[in-house]
């Protein structure tokens, strides 16, 4: 039984319960009720937590504090979602309770974890139970009541599961929809996952084999152990494209696996890297820029590499690009110096969108949305680049709001203010508002009136079945979404959009604004526009194209 840990076994277990929620993200997914397409909360919750692991990797830690608190700074950073925020904010907490301690037993440590819950609860406006705050609570009390008998790490977190499962087992009846679906709460379930991935460190077990999810990529062979006959290809290549749209590099996979070996690309929802070998590295270059930005590469020959190595001479890698990459990051993170009273930053998925916004005036554009919630340091890093005193920040995503909120009073020099756009039409409308001669208060007060005057509609697609708020649902049918809320569903799309432009919504709206997505045909769109011209002859209406992708349309009424 491990009664006390330290700070690199902290780090080591993290580590763990990473690995074991992104072994498991996918049936945590498969746990989430609403069938749209979304990020989902397992992907969300070990993107987050993978962060953290990544820097307990590279940052090791003796003392649990010093541990503690690189894995809660990581993880504040790394946040995606709401599910992800809440997961960071109880490691923030468990930082609190473990600052400037050395080691950890049994009672500092469960101390700790109902520290974390405090943080949670502290920080979600509205806590709703039946969730993975009442499963953490439940699971951090039972902890401090073990450690009073037996003051032990290991024994406190067997039983903080123990009573976090019998909590999990119960969301069920807490939440009518999870009733009614006959699931459990995602989010407990994934922070259960991520407890026993830490225990199982502490009691020897082997961690789980990690999918690839876009980690560093190996940039060099080990040219030392090369001989000629070995290198097929001439060209050790390593470079890195920044992404430009959201399309898949699947292509230009194969395209480089035609063309050479020791293939390897990881990929992050800004850019991917790519190592490869080839003898023709000028055409795997042209080929990426269809896929972004090139933003840095690096090329050598492997068999002068040989050869000078075979000489005892110290061979040019391509190893240094990680050296400039940091470099360029650095750049990156830079805060700009004020050019002006306000700035904007908006998240968006689909080019179309961005432009929109761009047009508007819009400082900085995030690629992201439902499938792909950026991260607290993506939307941090966009907001130090605004050179502005006063930076807006839109994330047009319920799911994306608690992470834009964490860069509140990160960033020395300015202030942001986080206006909770729920949808892309919202943050347009408050977006069109914005005054440069207002006060900072004013602008914030009417940027919020504006967007809460816009009703917005979309039609995607139902991700898996389901039976939800009376609907009966197959996977592949077409649902209408009203507010966020299940409108309709139909196995033709046509159909669904009339019903759309008969509501209320939009026979009561003076503007109403049609964007279409990636998948939409101009013909198809065009068609969407003239059953809303049909069904809705008082207002005026504007098509756009959105190149959003998972919905079809996006629908905005003011």
């Known amino acids: 039984m491990v009664d006390i840990i330290d700070g690199a076994l902290f780090q080591r277990m993290v580590i763990h319960g990473s690995a074991s929620i992104n072994a498991q993200k996918q049936a945590i997914n498969d746990l989430n009720v609403f069938p749209v397409p979304d990020g ?22 003796g003392s649990i504090g010093k541990a503690a608190s690189i894995n809660a ?68 009390a039972k902890g401090v009541e073990t450690a009073q008998a037996h003051n032990s790490v290991e024994a406190v977190l067997e039983a903080a599961i123990a009573e976090g499962q019998t909590a999990l087992a119960d969301t069920v009846n ?55 006959e070995d290198i097929t290809f001439t060209f050790d290549t390593v470079f890195i494209v920044r992404k430009t749209s959201n399309q898949s590099i699947e292509p230009f996979r194969s395209y480089l696996n035609s063309i050479g070996d020791s293939l390897v690309i990881g990929e992050d929802d800004e850019a991917f ?9 000028g055409a795997a270059l042209s080929e990426a820029q269809k896929y972004g930005t090139l933003e840095l590469a690096k090329i050598e020959n492997m068999r002068t590499q040989a050869e000078e190595l075979a000489a005892g001479k110290q061979a040019q890698s391509t190893d240094d690009l990680e050296q400039v990459e940091a470099e360029l990051e650095a750049r990156e993170d830079a ?17 179309g969108m961005a432009s929109v916004f761009r047009d508007l005036g819009v400082d900085g554009v995030i690629s992201g949305g439902q499938t792909m919630n950026p991260s607290t340091e993506d939307i941090c890093r966009e907001i130090a680049r605004t050179p502005a005193e006063v930076v807006f920040v839109l994330p047009n995503n319920k799911n994306i709001i608690m992470a834009a909120q964490q860069c509140q009073g990160l960033i020395e020099g300015k202030e942001v203010v986080v206006v909770p756009t729920r ?19 004013s602008n914030a007060a009417a ?31 077409y649902m209408a979404l009203a507010e966020g809320q299940l409108f309709g569903t139909d196995r033709a799309i046509g159909s669904l959009l009339e019903r759309l432009a008969q509501a209320d919504s939009q026979q009561s709206a003076e503007f109403i604004s049609i964007f279409y997505g990636e998948d939409v045909t101009e013909e198809q769109a065009n068609e ?6 049909r069904e809705c002859p008082n207002a005026e209406i504007t098509l756009l194209s959105g190149g959003q992708p998972v919905y079809y349309y996006m629908i905005s009424a003011e």
């Open 40 to 61: 989902d909360t397992g992907t969300n919750m070990s993107l987050t937590i993978g962060t953290a692991a990544a820097e307990a990797k590279k940052k090791p830690a």
């Open 73 to 140: 700074s990581a993880l504040l950073r790394g946040a995606r979602g709401n599910s992800g925020v809440i997961l960071s904010l109880l490691f923030r907490g468990v930082s609190k309770g473990l600052k400037e301690k050395d080691q950890a037993d049994g009672a500092a440590f469960a101390a700790a974890l109902n520290e974390g819950v405090s943080a949670a609860y502290k920080a979600v406006m509205k806590p709703a139970e039946g969730t993975i705050l009442t499963v953490s609570r439940l699971a951090a």
């Open 174 to 228: 807490q939440n009518p929809v999870l009733k009614k679906a006959g699931v459990v709460d995602a989010g407990g379930k994934g922070f259960l996952t991520i407890l026993q991935g830490m225990l199982d460190e502490l009691r020897g077990l082997p961690v789980p084999e990690e999918e690839d999810d876009g980690l560093p990529v190996k940039e060099s062979a080990d040219f030392a152990a090369l001989g000629e």
């Open 273 to 281: 890297k790519v190592h490869v070998h080839t003898d023709t590295p």
């Open 335 to 351: 805060v700009a110096a004020p050019e002006k009273k306000y700035g904007v930053v908006a998240v968006s998925a689909g080019e």
């Open 423 to 441: 949808t892309v039409p919202q943050g347009i409308s408050a977006m069109l508002v914005l005054d440069p001669e207002a006060d900072t208060e």
């Open 447 to 477: 940027m919020e009136e504006a967007r809460k005057n816009v009703r917005t509609s979309e039609i995607t697609y139902a991700a898996r079945d389901s039976d939800f708020d009376g609907f009966d649902i197959h996977e592949g049918d």
């Open 528 to 533: 969407a526009l003239a059953i809303f011209q």
